[in-house]
Nanobody, 124 residues
Framework: QVQLVETGGGLVQAGGSLRLSCVVS????????MGWFRQAPGKERELLASIRWSDDVVYYTNIMKGRSAISRDNAKNTVYLQMDNLKPEDTAVYYCAASSFVGYHRIERDFNYWGQGTQVTVSS
């Protein structure tokens, strides 16, 4: 079992930055893939970026590409999402997720562990 706890959300002005953290506990295997998703009211949960725990291979969708960076710290068992040049349309609940599945990790059902989410609000 894997537990994920996100922190780092909050209120920020447009153009500002935030760094989200996801502390991972439990039986996380090297083969796992970690991902950051977001969900705005009335919209589907969408993948922003993923990173493979074993070799740091990263994948970005086009949603925040160029404005975000995913990384991990093995010693702290933590995954980060740095977000820059934030816009009001980035307002959403941001979720950390982990997947024990092999293969592509592009949508919500490709991940089987989830954090509780952290709210990000960007004011104009």
């Amino acid at each position: 079992q894997v537990q994920l706890v996100e922190t780092g959300g909050g209120l920020v002005q447009a153009g500002g930055s935030l760094r989200l953290s996801c502390v991972v506990s439990g039986r996380l295997l090297a083969a796992y893939t970690m991902g950051w998703f977001r969900q705005a009211p009335g919209k589907e949960r969408e993948l922003l970026a993923s990173i493979r725990w074993s070799d740091d291979v990263v994948y970005y969708t086009n949603i925040m590409k160029g404005r975000s960076a995913i990384s991990r710290d093995n010693a702290k068992n933590t995954v980060y999402l740095q977000m820059d040049n934030l816009k009001p349309e980035d307002t959403a609940v941001y979720y950390c997720a982990a997947s024990s599945f092999v293969g592509y990790h592009r949508i919500e059902r490709d991940f089987n562990y989830w954090g509780q989410g952290t709210q990000v609000t960007v004011s104009s």
